[in-house]
């Protein structure tokens, strides 16, 4: 595939994910409304992920995880589904406060600060992007950028 081609399908790609996290998250506050839980919101929004998850693996026909396999990750490698967590009831309880647009801009924001620190210092064998000029004033436009979507 042509490098132009790949980058646009990847774009795409990256843009419909942000799309649907937009869309579980107002569906997500709006059920946490209807039941007055976030917590039980965010149960049900991670309990259709794995059925949806399990249909995934089992139209893939991704082999089945084998002991071995598993005895080579670490213990820290398994805690993803926690920070998923807290970003969902995080989320959950923002979109209807703060707005979608508010919300979004500060976890993108909070993503780009973790990001850069991760490449930074390399955290969990990430390879070492160093921190440089440019990187860090996208970083400060985006804070900028929640700043001026709150307005």
């Known amino acids: 595939m042509p490098e132009f081609i790949q980058l646009l399908a990847f774009s ?20 946490s409304r209807c039941l007055g839980s976030a917590s039980w919101a ?26 071995p396999s598993v005895a ?25 406060r703060l707005g979608a647009a508010t919300v979004v801009a500060l976890l993108v924001t909070g993503q780009m600060l973790a ?14 992007h160093p921190v440089s000029l440019p990187r860090l004033a996208g970083a400060v436009l985006l804070i900028a950028g929640v700043v001026l979507i709150q307005r």
């Open 72 to 96: 080579k990750s670490s213990w820290w490698l398994w805690t993803g589904g926690f920070f998923g967590a807290v970003y969902i009831v995080a989320a959950i309880v923002l979109f209807p």
């Open 115 to 128: 990001s850069l620190a991760f490449d930074q210092l390399g955290i969990l064998g990430l390879v070492h």
């Open 42 to 67: 965010a149960f049900i929004s991670y309990s259709g992920g794995v059925i949806t998850m399990a249909a995934v693996l089992l139209v893939t026909q991704a082999p089945i995880l084998t002991t």
């Open 12 to 31: 795409l790609l990256g843009i419909g994910a942000g799309v649907s996290f937009v869309t579980q998250q107002v569906l997500n506050a709006d059920l």
